[in-house]
C-alpha cells in the first residue's frame, strides 16, 4: 500500500512526481466551467431564485415519482438485489465536471473497485445545470469501463434544468413531464416563472449516441426515481434527494419514515451531509421533523450517514445516548473542485472532539494548495505561496493541535506565514474565534473556491469503498490527486469498521 497523505508530504502528491494517465481518458476538448464566470452564475440561477420566490422541487418531484410509478416503478420504491452476504461497493460524490479533476479519479477507481457490485454516484452527476447533452463526457465517458450499475441521487445542479435529464439517464428513459398548473399572475410564483432557466427544447439529441459508451448488460441499472432505497445483501442503502436547496418535500418524508423501519442495518446517502465543517445541519422535512431524527431513531437501526455537496471527505463518528455510533460522512470529493478544509475551525460538535474528526484533504494540505492558487490568479507567488510544511505548522498554531504530518524541525511560522493563513479563512479554536469570523469564512468557501482554476496535480479528489458482511461495513476513503503513484496504488486516507451488530 503507497503512502498517504497523514504519512508524507510525497503520499498527498507534492513534490517532483509523474502526472498520471489519465488525461488519456479524457475527450481531446474538455469544458472549463467557472463559477466566476458571471454567464456560467446566470444559467444556475434556479437555486437563487428558489431561495427568493419559494422552492417549487417538492412539487416537480411528486409529478416525477407519480409518472414513474405509472410506467410500472415499484410502490415503495425499493430496488432488490440478489447480492451475497458479503459484497463491496463505491460511492463517489459530487463528479459532473467533466475535466481534469472528474478523469484524475477513474484510474485508482478502476483499480480499486473492479470487484465491486455497483456503485453510487451522490449528488451533483452533472454540471453546471443536469444538462441531458452533458452525460456523454460527464458520465458515460469517464465510467465505461466500469462493469457494474450505477444508481445516483441528484444534487441541486441537477435540479437546474427540473431534473430532466437525470431522469432520462438513471430512470428508464423517462418521458418529459408535462407542464405543471400555471401560477397566478403578479404571485411569487408567478414571477420565479419568468425568470426560472429551462432546458434547451433539444437538449439530449445525443444521448442514445453517449448510452453506447456503458451499454454491456453488467452495467445497466434503472431506479424508480430520484429517491430509492437498494436491498442488498445484509444492508439496505436509501437514497434521498435534497432537491434545490437541502431539504425534503412532505411526500418523501413520509417514504423516508415508512422505508427506514425495521431491523435491517441502514446506510443513508443524502445529496446534503447532517454533519459538516464542524456543525450539524440536520436537513428539515417539510411539515415537520429532520432527516437526522430519522437516521437517530434507535427503530431505524442506521448505522452511517453519507453526504455529497461538499467536495472534500470529513468523518464524524456521533456518539448517541443509547450508546451507539452513527459515522456522518461527507465525500463530495469525485471530481468536481476541492472545497477547502483548512477554513473548518477546530471540531467540538455532538461530543466529536478534533481527536476523532477526520478529513481529507489534511487542512495543511488545503491551506498550502489555496496559498498557491492564490499567489498564481494575484500575480504574488512570493508573498502568498506556503510549502506544505509551513501550511501544517501554521494549522496546527491556530488550532491548538499536533500536526497531522510532522512539518520538520526547520520549519517557521512567521508574520507573513501567519497572515496569509488569516486572509485564506483559516479556522481557528472556537475559544479564540470571534463572532464576525463566521461569515467571512462562508463568504470566503462560497466566493473564493478554485473552480476550474487548477489543472495540474495534486487534485485532492477521492471516493469510497464500502465492504459488507453480516458482521460489519468496513468503509475506506481512497485518494486521487493526478499522480502517477496513486492512481496505481490508491492510499487508504481514512478507514473504519462499521459493526452491524
Known amino acids: 500500500m503507497s503512502d498517504s497523505s ?47 420566490f419559494g422552492d417549487p422541487t417538492g412539487g416537480t418531484r411528486s409529478r416525477w415519482v407519480a409518472q414513474r410509478a405509472a410506467c410500472g416503478a415499484p410502490a415503495d420504491r425499493v430496488i432488490r438485489r440478489d447480492d451475497p452476504d458479503r459484497f463491496s461497493f463505491l460511492v463517489i460524490g459530487d463528479t459532473g465536471e467533466g475535466d481534469d479533476p472528474q478523469y484524475a479519479v477513474v484510474p485508482g477507481l478502476l483499480n480499486t473497485g473492479q470487484d465491486t457490485r455497483f456503485a453510487v454516484l451522490a449528488s451533483d452527476v452533472i454540471y453546471p445545470v443536469g444538462s441531458a447533452d ?100 445484509p444492508v439496505r442503502i436509501i437514497g ?9 418535500d412532505a411526500e418523501q418524508g413520509a417514504w423516508l419514515r415508512e422505508v427506514s423501519r425495521g431491523p435491517r442495518p441502514k446506510i443513508l446517502v443524502t445529496g446534503s451531509p447532517l454533519y459538516v465543517d464542524g456543525r450539524c445541519e440536520p436537513c428539515a422535512i417539510e411539515g ?24 472534500n471527505y470529513q468523518r464524524y463518528p456521533v456518539r448517541l445516548d443509547d450508546g451507539r455510533t452513527l459515522q456522518y460522512v461527507v465525500a463530495g470529493g469525485g471530481g468536481a473542485f476541492m472545497h477547502a478544509t483548512h477554513t473548518i475551525p477546530r471540531v467540538n460538535v455532538a461530543g466529536v472532539t478534533e481527536q476523532d474528526f477526520r478529513c481529507y484533504p489534511l487542512r495543511g494540505d488545503s491551506l498550502a494548495f489555496y496559498s ?63 463572532r464576525f469570523r463566521l461569515p467571512v469564512r ?53 478507514e473504519v469498521t462499521i459493526p452491524l451488530r
Open 6 to 52: 497523514r504519512d508524507t508530504a510525497e503520499g498527498a502528491g507534492w513534490g517532483t512526481t509523474e502526472r498520471g494517465a489519465y488525461q488519456r481518458l479524457m475527450p481531446p476538448k474538455t469544458e472549463k466551467i467557472s463559477w466566476l464566470n458571471p454567464r456560467m452564475l446566470w444559467v444556475a440561477r434556479n437555486g437563487v431564485l428558489a431561495s427568493w
Open 240 to 248: 434521498i434527494d435534497t432537491g434545490l436547496l437541502g431539504t425534503l
Open 372 to 434: 498557491r492558487l492564490y499567489g498564481r490568479r494575484l500575480r504574488m507567488r512570493r508573498f502568498f505561496t506556503l510549502t506544505e510544511a509551513e501550511a501544517t505548522a501554521v494549522i496546527a498554531e491556530r488550532l491548538g493541535i499536533k500536526p497531522t504530518r510532522a512539518p520538520g524541525a526547520s520549519t517557521r511560522v512567521t508574520r507573513r506565514v501567519r497572515l496569509v493563513a488569516g486572509l485564506l479563512g483559516t479556522g481557528r479554536r472556537p475559544d479564540k474565534a470571534k
Open 288 to 311: 415537520g421533523g429532520t432527516v437526522d431524527a430519522v437516521v437517530r431513531d434507535p427503530d431505524h437501526h442506521y448505522v452511517a450517514a453519507i453526504g455529497g455537496d461538499i467536495h
Open 134 to 233: 452533458d452525460y456523454d463526457i460527464k458520465f458515460f465517458r469517464p465510467y465505461r469501463d466500469y462493469q457494474a450499475p450505477i444508481y445516483a441521487i441528484p444534487g441541486n445542479h441537477d435540479w437546474y434544468e427540473d431534473l430532466g435529464g437525470f431522469m432520462r439517464v438513471f430512470c428508464g428513459d423517462a418521458p418529459p413531464l408535462p407542464p405543471g398548473p400555471r401560477p397566478r399572475p403578479l404571485t411569487r410564483a408567478w414571477l420565479r416563472s419568468l425568470l426560472w432557466h429551462r432546458p434547451d427544447p433539444d437538449d439530449g439529441r445525443r444521448l442514445d449516441e453517449a448510452r453506447e459508451q456503458r451499454s454491456a448488460a453488467a452495467q445497466q441499472a434503472v431506479q424508480p426515481g430520484p429517491y430509492w432505497a437498494i436491498d442488498a445483501g
Open 442 to 494: 462562508k463568504i470566503y468557501t462560497s466566493l473564493f473556491s478554485p473552480g476550474s482554476a487548477t489543472y495540474s496535480p495534486p487534485f485532492f479528489k477521492c471516493f469510497l469503498r464500502l465492504d459488507v458482511s453480516p458482521e460489519s461495513v468496513r468503509l475506506r476513503c481512497y485518494a486521487a490527486t493526478g499522480n502517477r503513484a496513486q492512481e496505481v496504488a490508491p492510499p487508504v486516507e481514512d
